[in-house]
């Protein structure tokens, strides 16, 4: 009766413990006992990474003989699962951000794919999306958030074990995100504008499949706030992207958006396809742009700013700059 006691206590423990580190959101089939691999411990190993960051993962099990499997760790480090043996296909992500980031198509692990919202608002000052100029061209691109940034790997080649034995599935996540930087550099009037300025990059990719590795065909606009340094009279954004998008290389239009107290506004366009699709690292890419001249704000009392993600301010003109940059 003891022996009974203290089987019954270690085998509770066990799916606790199971419990506790990852969970599937579709039950196994435990009327097949013989299909099961009981006791898989998945290892996320960071060596591919310059910092493990990420706090939480997802892992995708995709078996031709079984349904898909998925699997959440409130941890980086990965945990102990239950699921079917035999060959599997793999595909892990970070999931840090899950009210930002969607995923779609997860059924097959070459057409998961993650991607953003769509933009209502301009933050930085709060401008509408929907009502603002579009490069020309590039008016048909959906204008989408900045991901932030996403861990991952794949692996095609996993075979599991039909067994009650400890084994081990191991996965080496790496970056899947580009960073982006945006500087003007010499503005002249700073002093007399809004701090946050937003602005919009055209023809990037606008999300990942992490089955296959690679950036989707895609093309969006990200929308992004630049921050004024007003002592060294630049304006900055640092912003992650999903890079650019598959197949044949694609020009590139960066938008700045000035609304002034007057409900006029300032629309300018930079064509940026050389400083992007020539980027020395494209994992690693900054603009630089010179020379930037913003109108002078009237000196009477500004406006009270928006809240962001509130009220949008509506502008009733734009005036429009075009500038053709090259590297």
């Known amino acids: 009766m003891k022996m009974r006691y203290h089987l019954a206590s270690s085998l509770l423990l066990s799916v606790l413990f199971?419990?506790?580190?990852?969970?599937?959101?579709?039950?196994?089939?435990?009327?097949?006992?013989?299909?099961?691999?009981?006791?898989?411990?998945?290892?996320?190993?960071?060596?591919?990474t310059p910092a493990k960051e990420a706090k939480t993962m997802v892992l995708y099990l995709y078996s031709d003989e079984h349904e898909m499997m998925d699997y959440r760790f409130n941890n980086p480090d990965g945990g102990l699962i239950r699921t079917?043996?035999?060959?599997?296909?793999?595909?892990?992500?970070?999931?840090?951000?899950?009210y930002g980031h969607h995923l779609r198509n997860d059924h097959s692990h070459d057409e998961i794919e993650i991607f953003t919202d769509e933009t209502g608002i301009l933050v930085g000052q709060g401008i509408s999306a929907k009502k603002?100029?579009?490069?020309?061209?590039t008016e048909d691109?959906?204008?989408?958030?900045?991901?932030?940034?996403?861990?991952?790997?794949?692996?095609?080649?996993?075979?599991?074990?039909?067994?009650?034995?400890?084994?081990?599935?191991?996965?080496?996540?790496?970056?899947l995100i580009c960073r982006y930087t945006v500087e003007f550099l010499d503005v002249e009037n700073l002093t007399s504008a809004n701090l946050r300025i937003d602005a919009t990059i055209s023809s990037l990719a606008g999300g990942y499949y992490p089955g296959r590795m690679t950036p989707t065909s895609e093309a969006v606009s990200h929308t992004f706030t630049l921050t004024a340094d007003v002592d060294n009279n630049s304006l900055r954004s640092n912003f992650y992207t999903f890079g650019l998008p598959q197949g044949e290389e694609r020009p590139h239009k960066l938008c700045l958006y000035v609304a002034l107290k007057n409900?006029?506004?300032?629309?300018?366009?930079?064509?940026?396809?050389?400083?992007?699709?020539?980027?020395?690292?494209?994992?690693?890419?900054?603009?630089?742009?010179?020379?930037?001249?913003?109108?002078?704000?009237?000196?009477?009392?500004?406006?009270?700013?928006?809240?962001?993600?509130?009220?949008?301010?509506?502008?009733?003109?734009?005036?429009t700059y075009h500038f053709d940059l090259k590297v």
Not at 27 to 47: R, Y
Not at 84 to 94: L, Q
Not at 132 to 137: D, E, L, M, N, S
């Open 18 to 48: 199971i419990l506790a580190e990852g969970c599937t959101h579709k039950d196994l089939n435990d009327d097949a006992p013989t299909t099961i691999a009981d006791n898989v411990e998945v290892i996320f190993d960071w060596s591919k």
């Open 84 to 98: 079917y043996g035999g060959p599997h296909t793999a595909v892990c992500h970070s999931n840090d951000d899950p």
């Open 141 to 175: 691109e959906p204008l989408r958030n900045t991901p932030a940034m996403i861990y991952g790997a794949q692996d095609r080649d996993i075979n599991l074990k039909v067994s009650a034995l400890p084994q081990k599935l191991q996965l080496y996540p790496e970056e």
């Open 263 to 319: 409900r006029t506004g300032n629309f300018y366009t930079f064509d940026v396809t050389d400083q992007v699709n020539k980027a020395p690292d494209p994992r690693n890419v900054n603009i630089k742009i010179y020379g930037l001249i913003l109108p002078e704000i009237p000196d009477d009392p500004p406006t009270p700013p928006p809240g962001e993600g509130g009220i949008s301010i509506e502008v009733d003109t734009w005036d």
């Open 132 to 137: 603002i100029p579009r490069a020309k061209g």
